[in-house]
């Protein structure tokens, strides 16, 4: 089975743009949760969408947004973009019932000048 | 505040030597925990999980401990290799939201041939 892809994987932005970041999960795999890892803060979880839905949200401002399509591909967007922004953006994905034993994407570098 | 927090950042081991990666949370509410090793340039991957109605699971050469009353877990890896060497991280979930991780801030471990 082919792992979990993320693109881009770089990314440069300026101050008050947006970016969209893609991600596909594993196949048959439903649910896919963002994290964003920065030096300061860690591994934050954002955000988990299942069927289309979102499930669960983390303690980010609502600039950061996300959706889900039918075939469980997700992209998550972050509009007026802050130079605190620039982080690691990881995708995760997992099967019904599997309780955090996600699968992690290599991850989109997004760098905010 | 940090709920999940890994007060060593860093840990030398020899090879063939035992590592033991401590972890300790705040939230009663966890329910859950889990273990993910992260190379350079990947995304975390999981290694081993625990629930909170256990105080022992082991894969192999991976243990992880619970401690409740003390609300500390820990990792021990027998005997450790040196592609063991990552940064090791412990994450944690509240019931009903599986995919919800908190995670600590990691400690990386350096395996020495």
């Known amino acids: 089975k082919a792992g979990v892809t993320q693109t881009p994987r770089y990314l440069i932005k300026t101050r008050g743009q947006q970016v969209t970041l893609s991600c596909s999960p594993i196949s048959g795999h439903r649910s896919v949760s963002w994290y964003q890892q920065t030096p300061g803060q860690g591994l934050q979880f954002l955000f988990e969408y299942f069927s289309e839905t979102q499930r669960n949200k983390g303690n980010f401002p609502g600039r950061f947004s996300g959706r889900q399509f039918s075939n469980s591909r997700s992209e998550m967007n972050v509009s007026t973009l802050e130079l605190g922004d620039s982080a690691l953006y990881l995708c995760a994905s997992s099967q019904p019932g599997g309780f955090g034993e996600q699968y992690f994407g290599p991850g989109t570098r997004l760098t905010v000048t | 505040d940090q709920q999940v927090k890994q007060n060593s950042p860093s840990l030398s081991v020899q090879e063939g030597r035992i590592s033991i990666l401590n972890c300790d949370y705040t939230?009663?509410?966890?329910?859950?925990f889990l273990w993910y090793k992260k190379y350079p340039a990947e995304g975390p991957t999981f290694l081993i999980s625990?629930?909170?109605?256990?105080d022992k699971n082991e894969d192999g050469r991976f243990t992880v401990f619970l401690n409740k009353s003390a609300k500390h877990l820990s990792l021990h890896i027998v005997p450790s290799q040196p592609g063991d060497s990552a940064v090791y991280f412990c994450a944690a979930s509240p019931p009903t939201a599986g995919n919800m991780l908190t995670f600590g801030g990691g400690t990386r471990l350096m395996v020495k041939p």
């Open positions: 939230n009663s509410m966890f329910d859950y």
């Open positions: 625990i629930s909170s109605i256990k």
